[in-house]
């Protein structure tokens, strides 16, 4: 199963974008690229997820490299309720949807 | 739509009782997941059914531990004997597998404390 890696914390100011990126090397052909969060005291919660083009929504973008290696998450600008632990994870399973296994993720903090 | 329901929100029970975590996934779903989590271990996921059938338990920790899925709208996680190790938050997750990259949909968790 594919691994990914992300740093272990990053810090941003308020109203100011965010880059979270993600290196998954041994990404297959066929992985989608999940992004959940976690804030405070709740439970994780889904963010983006894509495959091979640049995805959004209205919380993100998920920029995917060409080779896919690695993808960036962007919060377009932060605010204090952007704080979490956020987490990049490619299924495992080896089916399409498979289980999400959750790694240590970034923790994000934001100063106002 | 109510989201998934986890109960009770807090446990606290005694080393060597019975402890059983109950959690009812959104409606139409046909995946659940329970997971664990700890500061040390971070979230660990423990087992996960498909259409009401455990597809894959490599993670739960021992045969302390079981997971049953009887219908598609509840499922329960036991803990027996329960042991102060044990104490974390247990979240219930669940999706619907129509399109790969389904969204994981988590409820608030059951804090366990075993004393």
């Known amino acids: 199963d594919a691994k990914t890696t992300q740093p272990n914390s990053m810090e941003s100011n308020e109203e100011e974008p965010v880059h979270l990126p993600c290196n998954h090397s041994?990404?297959?052909?066929?992985?989608?690229i999940h992004w959940y969060r976690q804030l405070p005291s709740q439970g994780p919660e889904y963010v983006i997820h894509g495959l091979t083009s640049n995805v959004n929504n209205r919380m993100a973008s998920l920029a995917i490299a060409e080779d896919r290696k690695s993808s960036t998450l962007i919060l377009h600008r932060a605010t204090l309720r952007d704080a979490a632990v956020y987490y990049c994870i490619l299924p495992s399973g080896g089916t399409s949807y498979g289980k999400l296994t959750f790694g240590q993720g970034t923790i994000l903090t934001v100063h106002p | 739509d109510a989201g998934v329901i986890q109960s009770p929100r807090h446990e606290v029970t005694e080393m060597g009782q019975e402890v059983t975590l109950r959690c009812k996934p959104i409606?139409?779903?046909?995946?659940l997941f329970w997971y664990r989590q700890t500061m040390m271990r971070g979230l660990e996921l423990l087992i996960y059914?498909?259409?009401?059938?455990?597809?894959?338990d490599s993670g739960m920790p021992e045969d302390r531990f079981s997971a049953k899925m009887p219908n598609a709208s509840f499922s329960t996680l036991k803990i027996q004997p329960s042991e102060p190790r044990d104490s974390a938050v247990y979240f219930c997750?669940?999706?619907?597998?129509?399109?790969?990259?389904?969204?994981?949909?988590f409820g608030n968790g059951t804090r366990l404390t075993v004393t």
């Open positions: 409606s139409g779903h046909n995946s």
């Open positions: 997750a669940s999706r619907i597998d129509v399109t790969p990259g389904s969204p994981l949909h």
């Open positions: 059914f498909n259409n009401n059938v455990p597809i894959d």
């Open positions: 041994t990404i297959s052909g066929t992985d989608y």
